[in-house]
């Protein structure tokens, strides 16, 4: 098929078009897109340390009632035998009695006795006051003909004498814990600005967290004990260990916040010591609430499902875990501020 004239033409135009090399190649432009503005950072408003006297408050109001509690006439504590002294009956009921059953044989015994579901069906532990041995048998042998068969697993006996020895010893195991952690404390912070008086600054507020969540505990165990007379709120061997526990667990929660602290001074030194402080609260809260959880979730699951004879200790673990967290972040680190406006440091 033979070409127009105009269409060759054409051709030789586009042909000379690609030889030469001079000819610019057309340009595409693709239409620019339009960005987002850029998103503002996100600026941590809550100021703990500024309202830090509403804090200072509610921890007034939480140990006030128990310290009224423990002082009260004929309060203080429902001490168990390890602290009161007397008898302890671990028994088994081969007939499974309930424990109605059971308190009525025991109060017609006369021995101040109180029953106590143990773990394992038909098995009781009955404490009373101090017995002889032939008074131990004789109860046993009541207990016997009124309500069956019976295994005695073990008999323990507790004087007077013992308990005092187990109070003093317990009172001076958390002072000595609470004077070694002051100085501890003071040693590991005296290299901030201040030197040792800072040193001591920081100690002793650690300190002051540590009795505040000693006193939240024993005071709602005073009240448990003796205000509502619930067994779950005996003084025993298993809260002096538990105290111990709540001890360390409330300083190593505060010790992470006050090592913030001493790093945040040294790279943050345009800002003030409150708005420091205020800062390292924030870095590290999160971390102590998540941690905390976690372990008051185990703590619920023994408060729940566990024995009896280690429900007392679940829950002074988890009332002293629970107000340790609070204290760390809420109380300590505020206190030292306080601290810091009596006695600035250099």
Do not use: C
């Not at 051709?11 to 690609?18: C, G, K, P, T, Y």
């Not at 408050?57 to 429902?78: K, Q, Y």
């Not at 002051?208 to 003084?235: K, M, N």
């Amino acid at each position: 098929m033979l070409e127009s004239p105009e269409e060759l033409d054409a051709e030789e135009e586009a042909d000379e078009a690609e030889d030469d090399p001079g000819q610019p190649e057309p340009v595409v432009v693709e239409p620019v897109k339009a960005e987002p503005p850029p998103r503002e950072p996100r600026v941590r408003k809550l100021d703990i340390v500024s309202r830090r006297n509403i804090f200072f408050l509610i921890s007034l109001v939480i140990i006030i009632p128990g310290i009224i509690s423990m002082a009260r006439p004929g309060g203080g504590f429902l001490l168990g035998i390890d602290f009161a002294g007397g008898t302890e009956f671990t028994l088994h009921f081969d007939n499974n009695p309930s424990q109605t059953l059971i308190e009525s044989a025991i109060s017609a015994e006369n021995i101040d006795g109180t029953v106590i579901p143990a773990a394992g069906t038909g098995n009781y532990i009955i404490r009373g006051v101090p017995l002889s041995p032939a008074a131990q048998a004789q109860v046993v042998t009541d207990l016997v003909t009124k309500l069956g068969p019976i295994t005695t697993e073990s008999v323990i006996e507790v004087g007077g004498t013992i308990a005092g020895e187990t109070i003093a010893r317990a009172l001076l195991a958390v002072v000595v814990a609470s004077f070694g952690i002051l100085l501890l404390l003071a040693w590991r912070f005296h290299n901030v600005p201040g030197g040792w008086r800072a040193g001591f600054q920081f100690g002793g507020s650690a300190l002051a967290a540590l009795l505040h969540d000693v006193f939240v505990l024993t005071g709602i165990f005073s009240i448990i004990g003796t205000f509502f007379h619930l067994r779950i709120g005996e003084i025993d061997a298993l809260f002096v260990t538990a105290v111990l526990t709540v001890v360390g667990f409330s300083v190593h929660d505060t010790i992470v916040v006050f090592d913030r602290i001493r790093e945040n001074l040294r790279v943050s030194q345009r800002l003030s010591f409150e708005q420091v402080v205020n800062l390292s609260i924030m870095q590290t809260a999160a971390r102590s609430i998540i941690t905390s959880f976690t372990v008051v979730l185990v703590l619920s699951a023994i408060l729940i499902s566990g024995g009896d004879t280690l429900k007392g200790f679940a829950l002074a673990l988890m009332i002293g875990i629970v107000s340790g967290t609070y204290s760390s972040i809420f109380n300590a680190s505020p206190l030292l501020v306080v601290w810091r406006k009596l006695q600035p440091v250099r």
